[in-house]
């Protein structure tokens, strides 16, 4: 099989997925390599908002136009667990860099320097992430249960939560719209 890294993409899942945890996501992918891969999901907000996420850790927000902000559905996986997107990267106990620009953090100072007012400038916090062993997404790549497309940043930070998977698939030049639930042969 061919070897693809599909780190700083984007996944879209196609129309037919049946798994209710990735039905019309747009996952993206913070590191891909030989023992798996690891995304979160971007356009799947949760109920939860960073003001009551901020109190329900006990930090200060000094950011109130963070308060209303949406905590995300990352997946799956440790969906007790926070993820923090963020742009730019920067020096935090424990961040997966992603590309020079881009960061996943796992580690509370993060969200405490965003508490007192500083922190990275944009950033995406989600409950959980979306993981896959390996060789099991290059089979679903195989099944054509995923798009994958070089991801925007700008897509992520940027746009409203329900113009992302549009706008990925914009990347692609496809519209969303004229896919097809149903696989179909020539």
């Known amino acids: 099989m061919q070897t693809?890294?599909?780190t700083d993409h984007f996944l879209i899942?196609?129309?037919n997925m049946a798994d209710p945890n990735f039905s019309k996501t747009l996952t993206y992918i913070c590191e891909h390599n030989e023992e798996g891969a690891l995304g979160v999901i971007v356009n799947r907000p949760t109920d939860?908002?960073?003001g009551a996420l901020f109190e329900q850790i006990g930090i200060e927000l000094e950011r109130p136009e963070l308060a209303t902000q949406?905590?995300?559905y990352g997946g799956p996986v440790q969906?007790?667990?926070g993820f923090v997107?963020?742009?730019p990267a920067g020096e935090w106990q424990s961040t997966m860099?992603?590309?020079e620009n881009l960061g996943l953090t796992t580690s509370k100072d993060i969200l405490e320097a965003v508490g007192r007012g500083h922190g990275p400038a944009k950033l995406m916090v989600s409950l959980?992430?979306?993981g896959w062993s390996a060789g099991q997404l290059e089979n679903e790549l195989g099944q054509n249960a995923w798009l994958s497309v070089k991801a925007d940043p700008q897509v992520i930070f940027d746009l409203p939560v329900e113009e992302r998977l549009a706008a990925a698939m914009k990347i692609l030049g496809i519209d969303f719209a004229m896919l097809s639930e149903d696989a179909g042969h020539a």
Do not use: C, D, F, T
């Open 4 to 6: 693809v890294n599909l």
């Open 13 to 15: 899942a196609m129309p």
């Open 48 to 50: 939860l908002n960073m």
């Open 70 to 72: 949406a905590v995300y």
């Open 79 to 81: 969906n007790e667990r």
């Open 85 to 87: 997107l963020h742009q």
């Open 97 to 99: 860099a992603v590309n």
């Open 128 to 130: 959980g992430y979306s």
